[in-house]
């Protein structure tokens, strides 16, 4: 009893600082409470901002949060997904994240490219955005970077360390910087 009435009572205290945070801030003070948010909040308070995760998703904590506009709407996590710790999510375009994916530690998922002020802007390196998709059942390995734009196939598996600039098919194992064919796997 005293148990669920601390839960509760934390779970109200982390909504009631988020929403502050929020009012005051914008979404990156609410990312950067994300940050430390303790692991079985870290869906609820994703939810709580427009995020689709389904409620079989392992989210570790220390999951960080990059360009939400307004809310987390641009993200959505399936049904028994796993994202790792200090997995960095860009959320300027969508990133939907499929069934039973395994999203892994350190991992990069970036939607857009854009240099700035940099005099690389005039010399062909425009803003671009893309949506990132991970089908289901999908491996992104640990410290893996999937830039804007890619679209990972259903079972495939992407070696740690990769930077993935091109769509993988599904049940395709990739590797390398850039990320190359490796092998297919057999369905199943």
Do not use: W
Not at 5 to 22: G, K, P, V
Not at 51 to 78: C, E, M, P, R
């Amino acid at each position: 009893m005293l148990g669920r009435l601390i839960y509760h009572f934390f779970r109200l205290s982390l909504f009631l600082r988020a929403e502050f945070t929020r009012q005051a801030f914008g979404m990156d003070g609410v990312s950067n409470l994300l940050y430390n948010c303790p692991q079985p909040f870290v869906a609820q308070l994703l939810r709580r901002y427009g995020a689709f995760v389904d409620d079989q998703v392992t989210l570790n904590s220390l999951l960080i949060i990059h360009n939400a506009q307004d809310s987390y709407k641009n993200l959505s996590v399936g049904e028994g997904c796993h994202i790792g710790r200090l997995v960095f999510l860009d959320l300027t375009q969508p990133i939907t994240i499929g069934a039973r994916a395994t999203i892994s530690m350190g991992a990069v998922i970036l939607t857009h490219l854009d240099v700035g002020r940099s005099p690389l802007k005039n010399r062909g390196y425009p803003r671009q955005e893309g949506g990132v998709m991970i089908d289901t059942g999908a491996y992104i390995g640990a410290c893996s970077i999937i830039l804007h734009g890619v679209h990972i196939g259903e079972g495939a598996l992407v070696a740690a360390g990769s930077l993935v600039r091109n769509d993988v098919s599904p049940y395709e194992v990739v590797g390398g910087i850039p990320a190359r064919f490796i092998k297919s796997i057999a369905d199943g």
